[in-house]
């Protein structure tokens, strides 16, 4: 989902000027320097913002500065774990923000790119955990044509994508069940001995993908990241989608195959001997108005060195008008095949407020339970504010 420093380089400001040190008889000579260089700024913005109106006439080009802000209170414990207070980030959603961009080509071709940074508010830090790639949300270029959409960089997985619209508590790495379920897995917190879930991260490096028109509320879409290794082919990932909407019915089938090398880098194979693994998930939700439910399925095989092994999982969720916000339930359970008999069961009540268009508060409460350990559970209330 290279890694940059994890320490922040110093801003370099120079010390202020003293005024005071400044002597009275040079203070005519200043205004008169102020105001020549004054006019001259004003004039140069001037003449900057008119050349920009006229490119932007010509290309209608344009970029956008967006994202949002995410902090929480309370406290966690994962199952066998120990419980811990504080404040912490992402707990709705990881905070993050981007910089989008398109230029009109003409014919109903545009060129686009993205940039979007994962951070974390509660202390400053780029990334969702130390280490983690600075643009690691999005980083693409691509091109969009009445044909379709093609795409190339680092870029959000389509599993991943099916799995937030499909649960009521999106993509909550702290209350949703069933993100729990797709990417922490089966394995024991955090050192994933036996199983952890979906690899390769929920965006992939040096990957291109193609997302087809719309037709009659059906599109496909196709992914596939390379190893990027010189003489070996065998790390690599791809993927494909297939999405239809109508009306209040909203469907995805998704497929996702992940094969490694004998250095995964960005695949993060924490499990020893993992050879390849595919993913296959199914998502539908409706919307009666009263109340929208979801559901999921998902199927996952391992294959390492020394065998393979299989996962079964699926979720429930409703998300229930109520007041001016939203309650929030959703369960998901889990279990495996292939020797090493482990269940996960995982559920989650919250509430959704919203203080206006763009922030809103919420609260949640979820409960954890791992086989042949002691339960776990998270609660706490947090605001969100996007921009």
């Given amino acids: 989902m290279a890694t940059p420093p994890n ?9 202020p000027v003293r005024l005071a040190s400044v002597r009275r008889q040079s203070g005519d000579h200043m205004k008169s320097s102020f105001s020549r260089a004054l006019q001259t700024t004003f004039a140069c913005a001037a003449v900057a913002a008119l050349a920009a109106g006229a490119s932007g ?9 967006y994202g949002q802000v995410d902090e929480w209170i309370g406290a966690q414990k994962f199952p ?8 912490q980030g992402g707990g709705m959603s990881t905070s993050y923000w981007g910089l989008r961009g398109t230029e009109d080509l003409g014919g109903g071709y545009q060129a686009i790119f993205t940039l979007e940074d994962f951070f974390r508010a509660q ?3 780029y990334g969702r955990f130390d280490g983690d790639t600075f643009f690691g949300r999005n980083a693409y270029v691509g091109l969009a044509t009445p044909y379709g959409t093609v795409r190339a960089g680092r ?12 649960n009521p508590f999106i993509d909550s790495y702290v209350f949703s069940p069933m993100v729990y379920h797709v990417f922490l897995g089966l394995g024991t917190f955090p050192t994933y001995t036996t199983d952890q879930g979906v690899v390769g991260d929920s965006g992939w490096n040096n990957a291109i993908d193609y997302t087809s028109p719309s037709f009659g509320g059906l599109n496909a879409a196709a992914m596939y990241a390379l190893g990027n290794t010189a003489g070996d ?7 494909g989608q297939l999405n239809y909407s109508s009306g209040p019915f909203a469907a995805t089938a998704v497929y996702q195959y992940v094969n490694f090398n004998g ?6 194979a924490l499990v020893s001997g993992m050879k390849s693994q595919g993913v296959a998930q199914l998502g539908l939700s409706y919307d009666f108005k009263l109340a929208k439910i979801y559901a999921q399925y998902m199927y996952t095989k391992n294959e390492l060195n020394t065998g393979s092994w299989h ?12 007041g001016p916000g939203s309650a929030l339930a959703s369960y998901a359970y889990s279990r495996d095949s292939g020797g090493h008999d482990q269940t996960r069961r995982t559920w989650a009540l919250g509430y959704d407020y919203p203080l206006s268009k763009r922030t809103d508060v919420y609260a949640a409460y979820m409960n954890d339970r791992y086989s042949g350990m002691s339960g776990g559970d998270t609660f706490g209330a947090g605001i969100r504010a996007k921009f």
């Fill in 123 to 125: 202390n400053g830090h």
């Fill in 155 to 166: 870029l959000t997985t389509q599993l991943f994508i099916s799995t937030i619209l499909f």
């Fill in 57 to 65: 006439a010509r290309a209608q080009s344009s970029v956008q500065l």
């Fill in 311 to 322: 996962v079964n999982t699926a979720q429930g969720g409703v998300s229930v008008p109520l």
């Fill in 263 to 268: 250095g995964p880098g960005d695949l993060g």
């Fill in 233 to 239: 082919n065998r790390s690599k990932k791809w993927s």
């Fill in 80 to 87: 066998g774990g120990q419980r811990a207070w504080g404040v």
């Fill in 7 to 15: 320490g922040i380089a110093s801003s370099g400001r120079r010390p």
